[in-house]
């Protein structure tokens, strides 16, 4: 399957900075990539749609000036969010889907990255 | 209203027996089902995926089942071990393109020795 990786595993900063999360898809080329939020014992939820070189599409409630997504290359989507408060602090989640062969039917996610606001 | 359903919320089980999670869902039209482990701090990983026509797959120690007419899936775990230990969630992707995913909101499993 897909190999998706994330950076940083884990963060933490002070309340007002922002943060940059970064998501790679190391062995295809991933058209689309999903920016998923979770919070403890809490399934994953669907924060943004990302596609390489255009603007992402984000779900009902999620504010788009405040989770900056942005899908540059084929291999690498980044989402930094901004003025980082402590109702922030989640677990963050990318995926990936190829357009082709098996990739296209299962969702293949990254480590995930662990955000505390603080 | 498209909703997954996952039963029981939480289970414990000793290691080495079998256990069953439950999944129901209204997802129109439907597109796939897949069932992924989570392991605590961790991204999901797939365990099966199956399209409307297929009633059964396995993976391992892991069988999954779909019943399309009363929109039911199972995921039995058979010998269980203390690794299976995680949160198992149930994925549902809706439309032809399958490309809106409902998630279910897991049932966390705990296996003791």
């Known amino acids: 399957g897909a190999v998706v990786s994330q950076h940083p595993s884990w963060v933490i900063c002070k309340s007002g900075t922002s943060v940059k999360i970064e998501c790679r898809s190391l062995?295809?080329?991933?058209?689309?990539m999903f920016w998923y939020r979770q919070f403890p014992k809490q399934s994953l939820m669907l924060m943004a749609t990302s596609n390489e070189g255009s603007k992402a599409t984000y779900e009902q409630g999620v504010e788009k000036d405040k989770f900056l997504i942005n899908h540059a290359s084929l291999t690498l989507s980044t989402l930094t969010v901004t003025s980082a408060h402590p109702e922030d602090s989640s677990f963050y989640i990318c995926?990936?889907?190829?357009?082709?062969?098996?990739?296209?039917?299962?969702?293949?996610f990254g480590p995930g990255t662990r955000l505390l606001v603080l | 209203k498209n909703q997954v359903e996952q039963s029981p919320q939480s289970l414990i089980i000793l290691e080495g027996k079998n256990c069953t999670l439950q999944?129901?869902?209204?997802?129109?039209?439907?597109?796939?089902l897949r069932w992924y482990k989570q392991d605590t701090g961790r991204g999901p990983v797939s365990l099966t995926i199956m399209t409307f026509s297929e009633n059964t797959k396995s993976n391992g120690r892991y069988t999954a089942t779909l019943d399309a007419d009363t929109k039911q899936s199972s995921l039995h775990i058979t010998a269980s071990q203390l690794s299976d230990s995680a949160s198992y969630i149930c994925v549902v992707s809706v439309g032809t393109g399958g490309f809106k995913t409902i998630f279910g909101a897991g049932t966390r499993l705990f296996v003791k020795a």
């Open positions: 062995d295809f080329q991933a058209t689309t």
């Open positions: 995926s990936v889907k190829g357009g082709s062969g098996s990739y296209w039917e299962t969702q293949y």
């Open positions: 999944c129901n869902y209204t997802v129109s039209p439907f597109s796939n």
